[in-house]
């Protein structure tokens, strides 16, 4: 008789599959860098660039190994969505994003749904757009209809939808939020292609329409009664989820530009008329700015370490995870946001005072990272993540849950 050893893995293993997959995020952030200005300026649908994750083993990282995954946790994924911010801002939003809609079964469906999708996500690699913004046009409402249920309305921001393979979905039911997970080709939902916004361009981010498209129960998550129930704390990390996103695809693109920034002073800055150098890189005001913003820099990047972890030690508590431990991880995660979204906005408005003038020429595309930073880092104004923090801070009153915070 064999006897089969259900003993976890050493951790050696495990960490060489982080590193393994680490190394497979740099390269797809240097290929995609190579071309970065150029599919910016293009603003096609990002078809190629999600191949590229799937062909690179990104997109099933935190499944199970033995379901074909590399066994990440969440916080270990979010290290990858830096990686690529470093080769393209918008190719790591998606990314970000899809490993944060990959975990929600996990927060609010069945032990069966949850395994059933990881199996899947780990089998077929398909990539996981979003319908969530809970702003914007009428919302979605799912009706009962026989033994299954319809969905209409429309959202004005749906991140990755137009592209997806599978959809991760929030709308309204009896008067209460309810999760869906569908696949995303489906008659009746249309997205309607008119992401055309100065940054980001590359994250299919526009708007769409639900128009009496069939839902099975089994695709939305949780157990009956699927109404009536306030969210556990543990659930309520779903929001948690999406903002590390942000906080790692922030930082991530602080750190590209920065390098690149270095990389073409380098090879093409001169020195200024009166400074009296042979070369740019030897400009003490030049090397002062370079210093500080690398300092912040790394210190943004260590508070996002940071967020990550509390966010995983909260994850590795499980259901049990009470209202207080809940709030620490939110407020690790709000107060780097605030920082890596101030960091990464000074850095990609800076750069142009280490390259020069020259720099700024349409063909180099460095104006992106901004572009990309501003028009992410307004999805949820940074000032109410200063508000948590400071009145937890100071009165111990936890952020409410909402899909924002």
Known sequence: MTVTDHTAPPASDDLARFDAALRRADLVAAQLRATAAERDRANKPPLAEIELLREADLLQVG?????????????????????VARGDTSIAHLLGYHYAQQRIPHLFGTAD??????????????????????????GLTLTRDGSGFRLDGRRTFASGAGV???????????????????PARREGFTPLNDWDNIGQRLTDSGGVV??????????ILGEDPLTGRVPSAYQTLVTPHWQLAFVNFYI??????????LDWTRLHASPWETS???SATDDPYILELVGALRSEVTAAALLADHAGEALQSALDIGPDLTPDQRA????????????????????????????????TTTSYGFDRHWRNLRTHTVHDP????????????????????TLYS
């Open 63 to 83: 499944e199970p190994v033995e379901y074909g995954g590399s066994g990440l946790d969440y916080s270990q994924s979010q290290q990858l969505t830096r990686r």
């Open 113 to 138: 749904q949850a395994d059933e999708l990881s199996r899947r996500n780990a089998q077929f690699k398909p990539f996981w757009g979003g319908v969530q913004n809970p702003r914007g046009a009428s």
């Open 210 to 219: 639900f128009d009496g498209v069939r839902i099975e129960r089994s695709e």
């Open 276 to 278: 009296g150098l042979e």
């Open 164 to 182: 997806a393979d599978q959809l991760s979905v929030t709308a309204e039911l009896d008067g209460d939020l309810v999760f869906l997970s569908i």
């Open 252 to 261: 991530g693109t602080a750190e590209g530009a920065l390098e690149e920034a």
């Open 328 to 359: 620490e991880a939110a407020i690790a995660i709000a107060e780097a946001k605030y920082v890596t979204t101030k960091v990464s906005l000074d850095v990609a408005s800076r750069l142009f005072e280490i390259q020069g003038a020259r720099a």
């Open 382 to 401: 940074v000032a109410y993540k200063a508000r948590e923090v400071g009145d937890w801070t100071l009165n111990r009153r936890a952020p409410q849950f």
